[in-house]
């Protein structure tokens, strides 16, 4: 194991996030339709990094993958995602108390989404919003995370 394989201490605050959810959402895009699928954020690299795996069953929303890190020395977190599309983005995070958000601002496709953790950790209300045209903000996906038990 590399001698670098150690917790970050800068993501520490991520740790409510870790384990496995259940969500339930809308889109949209996609009208009249529930989307179900798993959500596992798990340390790797001995807590180096944070990862996050998303499942969706319906194929109108991708699975992807996504791994947390931070730059120390600018205070700043980040996120480097991918999908099944093939689609490959980096988003800005904030953690501030029980308010997760990553975003990424273009001119031809922005996108935020905002994770409130309730209950104590038990369950999460994601709200994403994204631009098409480089002003106008609208709603995108929708998801509800639970621990399942």
Partial sequence: ????AIPNPALQRFSVLVG?????????????????????????LGGAFLSMHTEIEEPQIPSGIALFGSDDAESRYFMLYFDERG???????????????????????SQRFTLSI???GRRMVGKGEMSKDGGTWGPDLQLTYTRPG
């Fill in 1 to 4: 194991m590399n001698e670098a």
């Fill in 20 to 44: 496995r959810w259940k969500t339930v959402g809308t889109h949209p895009e996609v009208p009249n339709t529930t989307f179900h699928g798993a959500a596992t954020f798990e340390w790797i």
């Fill in 87 to 109: 689609v490959s983005r980096k988003y800005d995070v904030s953690m501030q108390d029980d308010l997760l958000t990553w975003w990424r601002e273009t001119s031809s496709f």
């Fill in 118 to 120: 309730l209950d104590g």
